[in-house]
């Protein structure tokens, strides 16, 4: 998804002064000269300018009759199929996200890898290969070599 | 420094350093050799493990995993004319011609050895510089370190590539992320959202795992699923290697020490070198018409320059704190967990560990010369392993990596954000570095402005109170002013020229 000069500069308008407008209500400590507010407002001020000059630039553009379009999406996002696969990169994480704690990592895991390559179309052999191998091998790297507890569930209660 | 010298060396030939080194460079080689994989992105995702190493293997894996992949990136560019990182994209068609005649062991053969020289001799620089620089920084104090981070900014913006605009929203995107959690000076939460989470800041860990893996994740599922490749046998590297040095030393120690140079320029990193060194590489060149058609010099030249920035970019990392390429970024904060925060004074309290890093880039890249060739046989299997395979277990790594870090699927979230953004950025020709040199600068440079106007009761001039500062200070000030007046220069002079030619044509 691209965005021509004029949204894009719109949206980095909007950006810094919302950040300004957040900046200001932080409480001023007396006797400090630059408090917590000082350099948002300066990162805000820098979105701001940086859409002015977006904005400079598109207007210029369409009075030469040079104007990029508004918004242009890229030809690989117009396919149903792709859009389907980012979604389902995003929701994938997503859900793990949610139900890695109700459902201990190994199912989590389990679940993301099958429903990920499924969508990728991956074959069933490989599918199953990966979801039932990775997520003890990396259980086991993690808690044991790494130490880092994973989240446990059902299947871990029951193994280990 | 001799005994910093014999600790590093007892420190590094260990068993489990030398396993790390041997490890990473196999896992470097790998990743690189990966199309859309960067060297970036190999090490956001080793980061995870290397907080449970101790801070010598954790360092050295970093050093090596870099190493190899930048070269590894060749091989696919010579073999499908596909770059593996950005770094080899400016002889991709060099060598990829020189394969289509049937020369690929030429085109890899130079760029294997020049890459392995060209990262030596990056060390050795590295070595000679630090210690020099560090010299001069023990007498900085926060006034000089806040131009040293906007003199990083700045030139992170120019460097960067395309519209300067552009690369200006990426580094503001940055400093904003930098911003959020709670306020150093009065203790006030920023940005946060009521979020507890976030009182910290933004973990910058997920956040580069999320700009650099999940983003190409989501870039590969849309567009290159498909893509096949198929890759004809190899022959015997070893005697275009003796050539290509016997030939061409002068060319790779000239573009070593360029590219080290560049390295350590805070925003440009091994892929601007490459590019630099490339088209001096024509211009000095004795057969400036062979390029482009398939011809080793410019691949000598890129090839030694991209491995000997990898080196350069410690060099402010490692003395100033200020990262010189975003690897480097990832290796500050692997740095501090560790409890060794980088300044000029590095060389005393932690000389044992820099040496050690100095070492384990020397391993890397001796073992690079027998791993590399290996990599080189192997490489037809490696890129016929499909990409619906292996964008989920990226993906997967990228989430264990970032929950591993601070233990919290929080993090996961904070990487899913940030890919997206970042997914975004790049699809708007919004460069991604100058937003990472943001978020690691941007504390940076907030911190040492409080610390100055504490100590000059507010007045403002005085960051130009010390002769240092003062000078850095110019350099900052006159870049922002060539950066914001070069435009509208340029523009008037068109408008000048244009008026001139309009008057001369009769209407």
Redesign the interface.
């Known amino acids: 998804m691209k965005l021509g000069d004029l949204p894009l500069g719109l949206l980095a308008g909007l950006v810094g002064l919302a950040i300004i407008l957040e900046a200001v209500s932080f409480p001023v400590m007396a006797g400090m000269a630059y408090g917590p507010e000082f350099f948002p407002i300066i990162i805000g001020i820098g979105f701001c300018l940086c859409g002015l000059v977006l904005i400079a630039a598109d207007l210029r553009a369409r009075l030469a009759g040079t104007a990029a379009p508004v918004l242009t999406i890229e030809p690989a996002l117009r396919r149903r199929k792709a859009l389907l696969r980012a979604g389902a990169v995003v929701i994938g994480t997503v859900a793990f996200i949610a139900l890695v704690k109700p459902l201990g990592f190994l199912l989590a895991l389990a679940l993301l890898l099958v429903f990920l390559l499924r969508v990728l179309a991956a074959g069933w052999t490989i599918t199953l290969a990966l979801a039932l191998g990775l997520p003890f091998a990396l259980h086991f790297g993690f808690t044991w070599l790494l130490r880092v507890p994973l989240p446990r569930g059902l299947i871990e209660t029951l193994l280990f | 420094m001799p005994e910093a010298l014999a600790a590093a060396l007892t420190s590094v030939f260990t068993v489990e350093v030398l396993l790390t080194i041997f490890l990473s460079a196999l896992y470097g080689l790998f990743v690189g050799s990966i199309p859309g994989l960067t060297a970036t992105m190999s090490v956001a995702l080793l980061v995870?493990?290397t907080?449970?190493l101790d801070p010598v293997p954790a360092v050295a894996a970093i050093v090596t995993t870099t190493a190899t992949a930048i070269f590894a990136g060749d091989i696919p560019g010579a073999l499908l004319r596909i770059p593996g990182t950005p770094a080899s994209a400016a002889y991709v068609d060099e060598a990829f011609i020189l394969t289509q005649r049937g020369e690929s062991e030429k085109a890899l053969g130079a760029s294997l050895v020049t890459a392995a020289i060209g990262g030596i001799i990056g060390v050795l620089l590295l070595t000679l510089f630090a210690n020099q620089l560090a010299g001069v920084a023990v007498r900085f104090s926060s006034m000089e370190y806040f131009w040293l981070g906007c003199l990083g900014l700045t030139s992170a913006v120019m460097v960067s590539g395309g519209s300067v605009?552009r690369s200006?929203?990426s580094l503001?995107i940055g400093?904003?992320i930098s911003?959020v959690g709670i306020?150093i000076?009065?203790g006030?939460p920023?940005?946060t959202f009521g979020e507890i989470d976030l009182l910290d800041g933004v973990s910058f860990i997920p956040a580069m795992i999320g700009m650099f893996a999940?983003s190409q994740?989501?870039r590969t599922?849309?567009?290159d699923?498909q893509t096949e490749s198929r890759v004809a046998p190899i022959g015997s590297l070893f005697g275009y290697m003796v050539g290509t040095v016997r030939r061409y030393w002068l060319n790779i120690m000239r573009s070593s020490l360029l590219g080290n140079v560049l390295g350590a320029l805070p925003g440009a990193g091994a892929d601007i070198a490459a590019w630099i060194a490339y088209s001096l590489s024509k211009r000095f060149s004795k057969k400036p018409e062979k390029f482009g058609k398939g011809y080793e010099e410019g691949i000598v030249d890129a090839g030694s320059a991209n491995n000997s920035a990898v080196a350069g970019a410690w060099t402010p990392a490692l003395v100033f704190g200020i990262p010189g390429d975003s690897v480097t970024a990832i290796a500050i904060g692997v740095l501090m967990l560790k409890g060794i925060t980088p300044s000029p004074r590095v060389f005393q309290t932690d000389g044992d560990l820099i040496y050690a890093i100095f070492l384990a880039f020397i391993i890397a890249n001796l073992l690079l010369l027998p791993l590399g060739s290996l990599a080189i046989r192997l490489a037809r299997h490696v890129l016929t392993i499909?990409k619906?395979?292996l964008?989920?277990?990226i993906?997967?790594f990228s989430?264990?990596g970032a929950?591993?870090v601070d233990?919290t699927?929080f993090s996961?979230?904070i990487?899913?954000v940030l890919g997206?953004l970042a997914y975004?950025m790049e699809?708007?020709?919004i460069p991604i570095a100058p937003a990472i040199l943001g978020i690691v600068l941007?504390k940076v440079i907030?911190k040492n402005?409080?610390i100055t106007?504490i100590k000059t009761?507010?007045d403002l001039l005085g960051f130009f109170s010390r002769p240092i500062a003062a000078g850095l200070g110019a350099v900052t000030v006159a870049l922002w002013l060539y950066l914001c007046l070069a435009p509208l220069i340029r523009a008037a002079r068109n408008k000048s020229k244009r008026n001139h030619s309009e008057s001369e044509t009769p209407s």
């Open positions: 995870p493990i907080f449970f605009v200006a929203l503001l400093l904003m911003t306020d000076a009065t006030h920023r940005f999940l994740v989501l599922v849309t567009t699923l499909p619906r395979v964008m989920p277990l993906l997967v989430i264990l929950f591993a233990n699927t996961i979230g990487m899913l997206l975004f699809s708007n020709d941007g907030e402005f409080l106007m009761e507010g």
